[in-house]
């Protein structure tokens, strides 16, 4: 289920302007999110540290929380995005947890780091810009809702 470029580029670009509203005095180690909806729409997130370390919260589990409270649980597509160079930052395993929770198994999951710069030239897994792996690629075996008869993937 891989997304049209204008969609993909949107949403990657909505990522990029997350991060940019990091919280992360401690790590400095800002990571972005946007989940796209099943309407359409983009919900963005940010990391949000906090000086009791632990409680500090990632992107994606920010982007996840703040779209359910605004009542949306159906998502076609995640984007990620950080300062690293290459595009290898990826959800950590809370998140992968978190997001299998809402997300199909295909579900794909963008992930940029700052060599991406919007361009007329079609993104694609380069492995240098963008890679792109679905959930269950990032979370083989997983558990999750429909083990405890709540829906089906
Ligand atoms: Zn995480």
Request: aromatic share 8%.
């Amino acid at each position: 289920m891989s997304l049209e470029q204008p969609e993909l580029k949107r949403l990657l670009k909505a990522s990029i302007q997350a991060k940019e509203t990091a919280y992360a005095p401690y790590s400095n180690f800002r990571v972005g999110a946007a989940l796209l909806c099943d309407d359409g729409t983009i919900i963005p997130g940010c990391n949000v540290e906090n000086a009791s370390y632990g409680a500090g919260i990632c992107a994606e589990r920010t982007a996840l929380v703040s779209a359910v409270s605004q009542g949306k649980k159906d998502f076609r597509a995640i984007a990620v995005s950080s300062d690293v160079p290459s595009p290898s930052v990826s959800p950590c395993g809370i998140c992968r947890q978190f997001i299998r929770e809402f997300c199909s198994l295909d579900t794909p999951i963008y992930m940029v780091g700052s060599n991406y710069t919007e361009s007329d030239k079609e993104v694609k897994d380069d492995g240098e810009t963008m890679v792109v792996k679905t959930l269950e690629e990032l979370l083989p075996m997983s558990f999750g809702p429909e083990f405890l008869g709540k829906k089906k993937v």
